[in-house]
């Protein structure tokens, strides 16, 4: 855990935030600046900072806890399709030096831009 890192404080239960899924090694939130109606971050409780550091083993558990994630936002019917957005590192885009996933919720028209294909 890294002392000054909000996603370990969240993790550990040291600062209040409503966790809409969770599992051994990852939880899922809510984003606090949300791109759309239903947006979560996928988090690792480990401090990790990448997905370089995001160890193989770990790497199926990830994907069937995002995948999870997005189908229930689906469910709910918060969106026809989603975006998965992973930023690495402050020139990938990276705000927070703790690594995660958006899971974004997305409808026909709703006027986000995604990146190029």
């Known amino acids: ?3 000054d890192c909000i996603f370990c404080k969240i993790a550990k239960g040291e600062v209040k ?3 809409v899924a969770e599992s051994d090694n990852f939880f899922a939130i809510r984003d606090v600046h949300p791109i759309a109606e ?3 971050m996928v988090i690792p ?4 900072v990448t997905l370089l550091d995001i160890p193989n083993n ?12 997005a189908g229930n936002l689906l469910d709910k019917k918060l969106g026809d399709g989603f975006d998965l ?7 990938g885009g990276q705000e927070v ?6 899971v ?14």
Do not use: C, Q, W, Y
């Open 17 to 19: 935030s409503e966790k």
């Open 45 to 48: 409780k480990k401090h990790l």
């Open 85 to 91: 957005l992973m930023r690495n590192l402050e020139a």
């Open 97 to 102: 030096m703790h690594a995660h996933v958006h």
């Open 38 to 40: 239903g947006h979560v």
């Open 104 to 117: 974004i919720p997305r409808k026909e028209g709703d006027g986000i831009s995604s990146l190029p294909v």
């Open 58 to 69: 770990l790497g199926e558990e990830l994907l069937s806890f995002t995948k999870k994630v």
């Open 1 to 3: 855990m890294e002392r």
